[in-house]
């Protein structure tokens, strides 16, 4: 099985903080994204990567940065954190696209900013 | 712009019931319509359609895509309370990339 793991389930931040989520895969998948939940608004893509140090914008990638040195991997930063970046923030890889398999999502991290 | 429709917002049912999940896009290029379960935590996958017309199914649960009306419907059939969950639908526009509705809230009452 396929398995998506998130350091945190919950993280209580303070406003200005520089803040890291981390997600590591096990299924040598190309692809990794990074994703925020917020009721009505379901889930937006803040960044993705095809590969190791490549790393592309999604839809909200402002007030955001990432970071994927391996291929495993893949970490989403706050530079300084905003009470409008409380969120669930859900990390999801998957195979290239020649394997057209769908992405597998880890357990997601319940960030709150104060 | 892309966007993913899913209706009804939530849903309320007694086991045994039947319910159908709809699922409308539009999107500049289609690749395939995705459909997950979430409980407490991840999504996790049921579906994933590229055809028309072509059901896909699992258990209780089936999907059928219709590319030229643009929708999917997710049918689950004599439900349990362990169906209850947020079902999300999501379209892949362009290589690998998510989009994704809001969901459908569905809740099974004994």
């Known amino acids: 099985d396929v398995k998506v793991t998130q350091s945190s389930r919950y993280l209580v931040k303070r406003t200005g903080e520089k803040v890291f989520l981390e997600c590591v895969q096990d299924m040598d998948h190309e692809n990794m994204f990074w994703y925020r939940q917020d009721p009505g608004l379901g889930l937006r893509l803040i960044y993705f990567?095809?590969?190791?140090?490549?790393?592309e914008k999604g839809d909200i990638p402002e007030g955001y940065s990432v970071s994927r040195e391996k291929k495993e991997r893949f970490s989403l930063i706050l530079e300084s954190a905003s009470t409008n970046q409380t969120s669930m923030y859900l990390c999801?890889?998957?195979?290239?696209?020649?394997?057209?398999?769908?992405?597998?999502f880890g357990d997601g991290t319940r960030l709150s900013i104060l | 712009e892309d966007k993913v429709v899913q209706s009804p917002l939530s849903l309320v049912v007694h086991e045994g019931d039947t319910v159908t999940l709809n699922c409308s896009y539009e999107?500049?290029?289609?690749?395939?319509l995705l459909w997950y379960k979430q409980e407490k935590k991840a999504p996790t996958f049921l579906f994933m359609l590229t055809s028309s017309g072509i059901e896909k199914k699992s258990g209780r649960l089936s999907s059928i895509l219709d590319k030229k009306e643009l929708f999917s419907i997710l049918n689950i059939t004599a439900t349990q309370t362990g169906d209850s969950a947020v079902y999300l639908c999501?379209?892949?526009?362009?290589?690998?990339?998510?989009?994704f509705g809001t969901g459908t809230r569905l809740q099974v009452f004994p």
């Open positions: 999107v500049t290029n289609f690749r395939s």
């Open positions: 990567s095809y590969d190791v140090k490549m790393k």
């Open positions: 999501a379209v892949e526009p362009s290589t690998d990339k998510l989009i």
């Open positions: 999801a890889s998957s195979f290239g696209d020649r394997e057209r398999q769908p992405q597998h």
